[in-house]
């Protein structure tokens, strides 16, 4: 059985997969195993009787049932689950309610030590549904807290009359007054390293700093991962064994004690769960003189994690953690054949591989350059930032001179290294990005991956390579997939109020974007390119598309234009397209000089791969007036399908375009967002003959009382289904064989 | 699981390539280690360590018998000190069980060299023999590997062969004598292999009774 205790954790992992596919791969673990099952009886009760338990504790992440559902309001009493984070607008902790739900609670205003971890509170509270994601690729918030069991959030409850305290709550004071400290004795620089890399304080991070580190995968080295935790146990042991010539059993028995205390100053986060707990677990089995393998360490720590809090399994964190310490155990006989570069060598680039397809799945890209600069910055901060980061604090808290000649010290050195990452130019070509992979090609890629190892562990040297080069195989076959799809799609994004489409013509002969909205929001969460960043990239990420063949500008408004930069540098279009124009001035503002853009109007027609696009509107170059009705007004016509794209087109504007005989319409874009002062009876007369779906993009409750129902009612009293952004999310439409189909993202 | 031999108890060293492999151990890998598999170069005929392609031994025996009975001889492990050490625990000190130490070296030797169709032969002991040891060495072996034996032979000579000189051992007449016809394929098993008279005494009654091919398989080439 030593060796295999990995076998329990995987028949625990089963129990979070559907119930009917767990009970398959349990029967298949089972009966491919028999023999070995046969005499490891015991074993095998354990595992079951751990299967069983899993399925118990797994959370169920499908729909809360009826009697589940959560309350609007809460009146009564809450526990406080989690120590109170200070963020930049407010403060939040979880609680949970007496139904046994958890609720994230935002408090502008709380007084220090008022909310204690483990505290009985009487509370009352307005609790809100989570934003769920509405497009396809889009970071899905109400997911991800799910995940964490928190079904929603209350802004600034009511909470009175606190009582008790859990026994680490004290801790966490502690650390809350430790982090005031060092925030006050160290220059803000250190103090934010020092946060962060000591204690799991990340706040203090700026945007910049974290998307470089993500860009170049090395966010890794930003948490405090079990290499952290291994330095400093070893440095503390030395200390004690060497410094202070305590016996090796006392020392032992100080870190036994002091490494659970760590693991809540760190801010318990799973990676520091993870090293602390493995190393407590080998201290224990070293000091009972058993032998274990460190896999099964590993395998035991996973289960007791996931038993205590079953909702980590869905942290990325978690999952990395993991995965990453599991390969490298795997590796050791490759690993440790060889000198030190070497070594640093093989194990960058077998977490990496371990990870890759996690990476893609969530991020939709990797950086293939990350490689190289793991093996910068990995030793960078084990050696250097990390043991002076230490020893600074130790002469801090002891009060001597020389934390100050040794901070100048670590800033003399830090911060060339860092503005030297800063500086690395984030070549695009760095940038991998392959799209959201399907469930089969990462179950084939896993598999690859494990042939390839074991050949690399016999060391068949030859064969590895062969497995190697299909492991990347996998990657471009992903990325070719679109490339054999007969289908065509438009996508209508939800993005507000405003609008964006993308257009994947088949076989990808081309995709093209019609405007790049940006919604007007007045809060401090509002940035001008928080569709396009939040949205369109994520989305043309996910899909693999990197470069688009045209951005069409339907006319020069916010909510259709004002992501249009944005997508210009960052997905390099060969075209910006906008209606023939006299009044240059919006050009300029919304793209600077930097873009030339085509000029478009009646009678024109371009040509992208299986697609023609026919220009309907504008007939002339002054916009008499109103830029709603200098819109560009085209048709798309693919495979025999065409669609109308109307822009902001009004009343005035649709009598010029009755007059152009337009051929017979499938698909219609409705006009500025459903409004009244657009689609009047006589266009849908006259247009609406064979369109059979109409799409509205269109943001919820919005100011305009867009969409209005006159034109809903008008739309359905053709007989056409409105496809809209509010109600449905993104909608995309699939046209293959002749035949479309329309997919709401949220039904 | 603990080993046959040293009575340690075997733990999975696991790492990519042994990840999926829950075969059970019966040898740690120390013992594993003192173990010495034959490499090359060998005699093709009888696996004698030699840089000739032929061995003298061989030589000899093909102008002794005109044409040697025996097709070839396959054997495992070479006849180093630990060998013989343990070889003389499980054949004179009767520690049956070591047996199963050999298991998965012995059955994936006789994969790799021999068809499926083969029937074993354990070389018989002499009656009064089997009551001294209490088991037939060549018979446990056999055993490890799962195919139909064949047991139409017996022994009638009684001396030692670890007692014999080489020529003694050359000259000496038949010990064996067929009660059964043999089958077509024929693979004899034993522990030993010395110079071969023993497993070649068999191989040419069996010939003569119309076996087709008559090759060995020994534990030990010495």
Known sequence: MKGNIYLAAVIYTLGYLPFAVSLCLLGALLLTLLRFWYSHKWFLGVSLFLFILSIYLSPQTTAPSEENTLPEEYAGPAIIKSHPITKEFYTEFEVELSNQQMVLIRQQKVEQNAIKHGAVCLTEMSIEQVNQATNPGQFDYRSFLNHQGIQGIAYDATIEECVGSSFV?????????????????????????????????????????????????????????????????????????????????????????????????????????RAGLMAVLVILVTKLKMTVKLLDVLAIIYIISLVFDPYLFYQLSFQFSFLVTCSLILSKQIITTDGWLWTSIKISLISQLALLPLQFYHFYYTNVLSFLLNLLFVPYFTVFMLPVLITLLLLQLLHTP????????????????????????????????????????????YVIFLIMMAMWNRGKLRFAAVFAIALIGCWWMQQALPYMDNAYRITMLDVGQGDSFVIELPRRSGVLMVDAGEEVVYSHLDQSNRNTKNIIQPFLWSKGITQIDALLISHFDYDHVAGGKEIMDSFKPKGLFIAERQDLEPITRYFGDKYQPIHLMHGHRLQFGGGTIEVIAPKTNRSSGSENNHSLVFILEVDGHRTLFAGDLEEPGERRILQRNLPPIDLLKVAHHGSKTSTSEAFIREVGVDVKNALISVGEDN??????????????????????????????MIYKNGQSTFSPFTP | MHCKICMHSIEKDTTWSTLFDFRERTLCPSCNEQLETIQEPTCEKCMKQTE????????????????????????????????KETMARFKYRGDYEIVHAWKDSFQQTFKEHFPKESHLLPVPLAESRFHERGFNQAEALANLVDQPLFAGMIRIGQEKQSKKS??????????????????ENIVIIDDLFTTGSTVRFAAQ???????????????VRS
């Not at chain 1, 799209?435 to 890629?445: D, R, W």
């Open chain 1, 169 to 273: 709550s004290p801790l966490y004071e502690y650390r809350d007054r430790l982090l005031e400290q060092i925030d006050d004795v160290f220059s803000p620089n250190t103090s934010m390293w020092m946060k962060a890399l000591l204690f799991g304080e990340r706040s203090n991070f700026d945007d910049q700093l974290m998307e470089t580190f993500q860009f170049w995968n090395l966010s890794h080295l930003l948490a405090i991962s079990g290499l952290h935790v291994g330095l400093l146990l070893a440095l503390s042991y030395a200390v004690l064994y060497f410094g202070f010539r305590i016996s090796k059993e006392s020392a032992m028995n100080i870190l036994l004690v002091s490494i659970p205390v760590y693991i809540v100053l760190a801010g318990s986060q799973p990676s520091v769960i």
């Open chain 2, 166 to 183: 080489k020529w003694e051992r050359l000259l000496a007449s038949n010990p064996f004598e067929l009660t059964e016809t043999p089958p």
């Open chain 1, 703 to 732: 100011t305009f009382n867009h969409p209005s129902q006159v034109v809903i009612k008008r739309l359905e009293d053709h007989g056409i289904k409105v496809w809209r952004t509010d109600t449905h999310g993104a909608v995309e």
């Open chain 2, 52 to 83: 000739e392609k032929l061995c003298s031994d061989c030589k000899f025996w093909e102008q002794y018998w005109g044409k040697d009975p025996l097709d070839r001889n396959v054997s495992v492990y070479t006849y180093n000190e630990y060998m």
């Open chain 2, 205 to 219: 009654l069996m010939k003569k009774a119309g076996a087709k091919r008559v090759s060995s398989l020994t534990l």
């Open chain 1, 402 to 445: 020389f934390a100050v000649l040794l901070e100048k010290l670590f800033i003399w050195i830090n911060q060339p290294m860092m503005d030297a990452l800063f500086g690395l130019e984030q070549f695009s070509i760095a940038q991998w990005i392959v799209g959201k992979p399907s469930i089969l090609v990462i179950g084939i890629y």
